[in-house]
DNA sequence: AATGAATGAGTGTTCATTCAT
DNA sequence: AATGAATGAACACTCATTCAT
């Protein structure tokens, strides 16, 4: 961050401009795709509220699918972090997990961007994710740190043997996902307001408990 | 303007063309909207696919909106009806909840139209089926008859009591519904074929472990 | 009007009908023609209004253009008659032009569909009323019948002489003509109801004041 | 986004293009709409006589309908800002007003496309110019200007008092316009050409004695 | 005589993207 | 680095008219 000493002052200023229009640029995007999917975003809405010249965009990502790309990278790479830093294995296994179910629960439910990126993503067959190199590392490490914790309780006798950790943790993202994704087909099928404060914290203990009947011995 | 002045048996000939011209459309339709969601899927290819003049298609169904509804409302009152097939009343409460999940998992993979469908839906904040009476009504029956069984296995000291039907179900679609429709990126984050027919084979059994768990006494 | 000498029963059923359905086409159309011009009225509506097929609209009239024609010639033939029945030519010249006036401003105030359609077939530079013949016969006689009551007030000492009829005849149709066809930007231009009852009386007045000036010796 | 910024006389270059396309939108659509009326102008035909592109039309004015109003309020605008320029008030009454009427034909002479327009706005019930508010500041000073020559005529014995500006206003408008929007239904009406040069000096000459005798004390 | 299904050419409008400065 | 004008292909939707019965 010492920009200073290997570029002149002008290039600078210049510098710390560019990378100012693109935070605005990712993070107009990241509202727009997330409210409309890829094919609703309207890159004429994303440079307005980015107060940002169209060119621009173009110039830093490319095209509309590129600036997706980026904009899905990055929010898996958030999610990616933000599990980590959860510390799982410090923990006891039980707790190590429940925290986990919380944790996924409560990501989604303040980034929900996250949620219809993915969406948007699978409709369009996953071509943009096959191309970021990226996701694919920090998906292995996000794995193991499961089969860890489930290790960890089996050696401690309170999970049982044989759980296939990516079985797990697709179920214990399903059962969030699910729910937060489909709340308003749901709130009409089920006739309940899904997303009022009461129903939200039963379902997280709903699932809890799902993931620890699942696994325990 | 009567339904029966529309589709008699007597008067095939003037009849028959149009309702065929209709079923036709409708089935572009939901080939259309589901491989490209609601704002992707365009009129044009939906006609052609139809073999049908694009004037038809205003004809029949006024909008492009007004087709995507009765096509979503199609696809909900088909796996409303086939469950009630299901005939679920009259097998034990462990068999009939294990065949819920089965039959569940099992409509997603033959109609994944209905996965996306519903995707887009909520993308767009369920607003066609908000209008939908007759969704409503076939939901309820829905949810009455997941409630039976739990309470028949309550009855029979197989089943766990309180567990509230809802959650249930949404839990039992979850764990079905996230798996298909995340089935491309979730390939890639977990590096395997998710849809290869053993990986299939495989989440059907654990979903069914994870529900029969959740429910046992 | 004694079909039925001439026709067997069952044709004369027929005719009935269809007599029937080609005057309520011909209202129908007169009704959208006047409201929204050639160009923006609706076939499917005139259809809708006349409670008629549209293939019967085509088998009777030809095409939209040709009941355009039809509905035009009925007009100028309305009023052309109805001009007629005035009898004019038994009332003092002063009265029987007074009256002239009168009639024009009314037959306007109750046909507005008159002015409409022929604003519409001014726009299309009457190219459907040069093939009218029977247009022209009862115009003749309706210039010729203001010529009679000009040349019965010069002889009275009451009109001054040398007064072109036909510059006459077109004032008296423009003063009440453009008042009524301008109404809407009229009443904002000058910031008053013009077709208040008031204004209208006032108007007539004014015209009949500026028809008797023109014209008095 | 002021006024200044977007015609300076400086910065010519970006902004000449800007203006320029503006400029030549605007006289393509003036003429189509004068020609076809708003519901038979096509927004394609328009951009192809501007030679311009289809999407600058809608970037610059945003519907057809909002192009047809800019276009209708520059009409007015013109027609009014030469009245302004008549300088009326520099004449004798008499003088004045014969200059009014001879300048309003000959205005609607060389301008016919204000007369269709005008039209055309009244089949929509002036919707429209209700939304203009400097027509209405416009058209005020007009009406004033008018009521000026009558009370300068009235005060020197010429004309008679008790006139009404406005009724005024229309009926000379009338005496022009009614002859002129007309012109193609009333040739055949009164079998003779109303466009030939002798036959519109002689309507001239009429008109400007019919205001003459209409105020004449 | 009457019907309603069907059509192709168009209608206003919108889009992601590029050009000139 | 940044801008705003410009584009052509596509978009949902509509029209007067004809066909099959």
Chains 1, 2, 3, 4 share one sequence.
Not at 1 to 14: L, V
Not at 22 to 38: P, Q, T, W, Y
């Amino acid at each position: 961050m010492t920009a200073e000493a290997k570029t002149p002052q002008r290039t600078k200023h210049r510098t710390r401009d560019a990378e100012a229009t693109k935070a605005r640029i990712l993070k107009a995007a990241l509202n727009e795709f997330s409210r409309n999917g890829l094919g609703g975003a309207r890159v004429d809405v994303i440079a307005e509220k980015a107060d940002a010249n169209k060119r621009m965009l173009y110039h830093y990502f490319g095209s509309k699918e590129e600036l997706f790309q980026t904009v899905l990278e990055n929010a898996y790479i958030d999610i990616r972090d933000a599990e980590q830093k959860l510390d799982l294995d410090h923990l006891p296994p039980k707790e190590a997990l429940e925290r986990l179910v919380r944790f996924t629960w409560e990501y989604y439910l303040k980034h929900p961007e996250f949620i219809t990126l993915v969406n948007s993503e699978n409709l369009h067959r996953a071509k943009h994710l096959k191309k970021s190199e990226i996701v694919k590392i920090y998906s292995r490490r996000f794995v193991s740190m499961v089969d860890t914790i489930l290790q960890r309780g089996v050696a401690s006798g309170e999970f049982r043997p044989g759980i296939d950790p990516v079985q797990l943790n697709i179920t214990i993202a399903a059962i969030g996902y699910y729910y937060l994704t489909n709340r308003f087909t749901g709130s009409i099928i089920f006739e309940r307001d899904l997303m009022a404060k009461e129903a939200l914290e039963e379902r997280l203990r709903f699932n809890i408990d799902t993931i620890l009947r699942l696994v325990s011995a």
